[in-house]
């Protein structure tokens, strides 16, 4: 399985952006989705997830209310809308996969075992 995410860029503060996540190669396994972010000088975040179904999201508190995370119908790919952009935001984003607890959007970042490479976001003040 491989995650390829895009959509990072240059936003102003209270702007918008878009990230996507392709999933390729899933081999008919079910995989709850992520995202992480990992800012300068700090250890790689939780942001989001979202069970196999679509049906269950799971936020971190900086980002709810402000981020929305879904997928298509047949879960090969994942979305984060990301509005009211903070400069606290910025970062790479990354996406993950775990197929040990697909259920549930709510896992350790352990459970996340397969990674997509980032995709930098950059919110300017």
């Known amino acids: 399985v491989q995650l390829q995410a895009s959509g990072g860029g240059l936003v102003h503060t209270g702007g918008s952006l878009r990230l996507s996540c392709v999933v390729s190669?899933?081999?008919?396994?079910?995989?709850?989705l992520g995202w992480f972010r990992q800012a300068p000088g700090k250890e790689r975040e939780f942001v989001a997830s979202?069970?196999?179904?679509?049906?269950?999201?799971s936020y971190a508190d900086s980002v709810k209310d402000r981020f929305i995370i879904s997928t298509d119908t047949t879960g090969s790919a994942v979305a984060l809308q990301m509005n009211s952009l903070k400069p606290e935001d910025t970062a790479v984003y990354y996406c993950?996969?775990?197929?040990?607890?697909?259920?549930?959007?709510?896992?350790?970042?352990?459970?996340?075992?397969?990674w997509g490479r980032g995709t930098l976001v950059t919110v300017s003040s």
């Open positions: 993950a996969a775990n197929a040990k607890t697909f259920w549930t959007p709510s896992a350790p970042q352990t459970n996340f075992e397969i």
């Open positions: 190669g899933r081999t008919g396994r079910r995989y709850a």
């Open positions: 979202i069970a196999w179904n679509g049906q269950i999201t």
